[in-house]
């Protein structure tokens, strides 16, 4: 069984070596660590070098393979690259300023000994502070992960819930190499870690590991990070107007069905429920596209749909139908 972790770096230097650190420390060790560095301008590269040679001095095997990219390529097509790269039968995602908890490896991949159709294994994770101090949330809990959706993560049910949203954070991913084929290329518009995972999920290949297996590092500088939102995030969010994000939405879904099919015509396993959500997520999307300009007359086609519980299936309920009511429909809207 070989072991990869894809570790993307910018611009890290500051909290590398301590998640190098972490990842070396795991029981069993990686094989291998492919780092993909977006055009780093501090030492980034030459921490990660550094404390894998010594890794290697001291008797430890994990390979180091460093994939440079100047110009920068991008969060997402930085992972995409990494990922190309890995070698692994299982794969491990690493964010540059986080720390791995002892065991967590070796957690992940009991998850997949006793279950060969598991396909993607994502915990909880401990929010941290800049210093490395506990701010007394678990990522989870940032997220305002309802009980109903933790317990469709964590028992096989997991496409149901990414259908409303994403809960999926790649820092906290280990993953089976072949779900790397299903989701190559990935489609523009989409994260590497909720595709992935929404792809793991239509076989019913995904499961929550609920303990926190990381220390997830918030220090304001984050590319994407998580905190609770507050009242003002909410209002500000009311106040954004409607497109683009509405045609990036019903793009998107357009962009998962058409996969789910394609993986369907090549005899890949997908759960015919979820082909069946997918379909009727985007017909609800390219509704939501079509809403009347002028807000009054939204009003019956949205109280419509949230009556038929396309809201509760395919979004976030009171919260997204409250959102379409009151959002100007473009920036210049009045």
Known sequence: MRISVALCTHNGAEFVGEQVQSILRQVPAPDELVLGDDASSDDSVAIVERLVAEHRAAGGTTE??????????????????????????FVALSDQDDVWRDGRLARAL???????????????ARLVDAQGAPTGLALLQALEATPGERAGLE????????????????????????????????????????????LAAASGGLRLIPEPLIDYRQHGANQIGARRPTMADRVAKLREPREPRAT??????GALVERLEELERRGVAVRPDALEAARARLAFEDRRRALPVVR???????????????????????????????QPARKDSR
């Open 155 to 198: 028992h096989g049910d997991a496409f149901a819930t990414l259908m409303r949203r994403n809960l999926v954070t790649g820092a906290t991913v280990v993953l089976r190499r072949d779900l790397l084929d299903r989701g190559a290329p990935f489609p523009e518009g989409w994260v590497h870690d909720e595709w992935l995972a929404v």
């Open 110 to 124: 009991a998850a997949f000994d006793a279950d060969p159709e598991l396909l993607l294994v994502h915990s909880d």
């Open 248 to 253: 990036r939405l019903a793009h998107r879904t």
């Open 296 to 326: 009054v007359a939204r009003v019956p086609r949205i109280l419509a749909a949230a009556a038929r519980g396309e809201y509760a299936r395919y979004a976030r309920g009171a919260i997204d139908v409250l959102r379409d009511l009151v």
């Open 64 to 89: 180091l393979v460093v994939r440079r990219h100047d110009p920068a390529l991008g969060v997402v097509a930085n992972f995409a690259d990494a990922l190309g790269a890995v070698r692994g039968e």
